[in-house]
């Protein structure tokens, strides 16, 4: 009654309203108490199967056996009192079906306007059906009902699921927290003793090296001390004899003597002073680092907003603008997220943080380099997953030098460097003139040397995001494309080419481009068949034109870029060929190119020119930025480059005429 604020009465079966009061005037029905018990009595003691036929649906009180539905039909016959089992709340699902007003008649129809139901014998329904009001079978009714709980079923066990998962990422989140707990813990008491040693360990070689200098100035005094005693003593006899020549004409001679060698006992006395006194100069940067930092510090994170794993630590050279991506792990997403620049001496630099769909990009930059942190909050100055964010911020310019190639190689190995590739493992690949590539990791390490079946002597390459190369070959004055093994694929333009140099694919439209220095233009090939499409220029110094070009790169947009080397420029043509404008014009100071070689365009869209000893970086419109290399870093006739990092910026130049390959910060 409390749950549904009525009571059917099990004997007429009408429903009452009762109120809280009436239950107490209630008197215990010892049937029904009676019941409950001789229930709970034979549910205990109730078997697995039929007594008869080995399956078990009823209870005969009379009989006191059970039954299954075949069982049961002469018992029906005989007016035996039946209990339900197993289909209990079936036989209940039946008596609710049955109209309320003729118990022996089963529901036929409901009225959705009066949301009453009726059997043929409700008079009711006469009203209804003569009002126009919407009667439908009830059978309709129970279909909706039924397809609606099913529906909502569907809902609740999926509503269920979700909070099953999480509340299982919540257990393992707890488990990370605790054994995180437990490790930062422990990091704290190792931290402690290993400042503990490190201090102890330090004060004892000092202890050490002040023992060392008191015994070295002990000796040093020791024997001062001696000498003066000594001096002492031959000064007192030398008065003892000087008073002997007092009133004495004869001793004239000694005592010039005497006066000669006190001098000079004088003169070794004033000599012999020391100066040597220790003195401890307490270490300032320790107690300011103490004062900055302490010990440590120890910082929460909350679950809202996370940095993305490969921003959590980053390294750029300096000034090199970067982004650090975070993402919302709420539903909704209404924070507000800042961020401080700053490093160990306490610099500071501004940071930008842009917001868009639960995604955060913070951007900044540091001006010098050294170890920084970016330390991000949300509004209530709780930290984030990952922050803060390490930055190792390097110098720009030379990084490393890869000495003489040659010694790498077995094929023609008097032929000196021509092009460095980035592969698609991250490592360096370079060429030589021979069909030995060979293999580095971006800090100069040898990995492995190829060697291409074919006779080929491997000019420049270019990497195909699928793993295949395509490089052109000096000996049969083609381009090939091979797999990730080098097996040849399909080769371009015999015949057709003189001399290939630099080669390019646009990999939307499936054109490779080769920069023919003898033929001078640039020829179009299909990637896919071979087929020849075209060239772009023609020999002359006009613009547009072209002499002995030596390599070609695309931008974004697909622009197509030409380092024109005897006319000393760079030009820009678009998608259809034609002339968009010079980008770099002739010169020898920064700025302009003398000779270009070789031209790639950074993840940014900037253009890197390798020219005769310089190596410049220009923007996508041809605006000087800044030189790459100093003078001092010996660049001779580098030709070709590569980008082979983005953080930092670090571009890879193969520096023929030294035969060694550079690597840069830029």
Known sequence: MRRHGKIRCPKCRETYILKNDDLKHLKCNETIRYLVEFVEKIESEKPETCSKCGNQQHYCSECEMYMCRQCIQQHKMENHSLYTLDT?????????????????????????????TACDD???IVRCYRNKHEVIPIQTVLND??????ETMKTAEEIKRKLKERLDAITKERSEFESNLKLSRTAIEIHEKTIIRKVKEETKAMMANLTQVYKEQSKIIDNQVKSIESKLTQVNTLMESIKKTMNKPTETENLASYQTTITTVGNDAAADETRVTPKFIPSQKLVELMNHEGVGKLITVGGVYKVNKEDENISVTTGQPFSVRISSLAESDAGQLTATLSNSLSEKSATEVGHRKREYTITGRCNLEGDWHMDITDGDMSHVIGSPVSIKVESPGLVNTIDNISEYKQDRKTEQVTDVALDTDGCMLVSSYSKDLIKFDQSGCFISRMQIPQNVKVNRMYQLGNGNVVYSDTIEKCVLMCDNQYHEIRTFGKGVLKYPKGVTVNQKTKMLYIADSECHCVFKFNIDDGSLLGKIGSEGSEAGQMKQPQDVALTKEG????????????????????????????GQEDGKVLGPHCITIDMEGNIIVSSNHKLQLFDQNGKFIKRIDNKDDWLAVPVGIAVISQRPRRVAVANHGANNVKIFNY
């Open 88 to 116: 209990e709340i079936e036989e209940q699902d039946q008596d609710l079906l049955n109209c309320q007003n003729h118990p022996d008649k089963k529901l036929e129809d409901y009225c959705r306007t009066c949301k009453l």
């Open 122 to 124: 409700c008079k009711h």
């Open 145 to 150: 009902i039924n397809k609606t709980v099913t």
């Open 559 to 586: 622009h197509v870029i030409v380092a024109d080397f005897e006319n000393n420029r760079i030009q820009m043509f678009d998608a259809n060929d034609k002339l968009i404008k010079i980008l770099v014009v002739y």
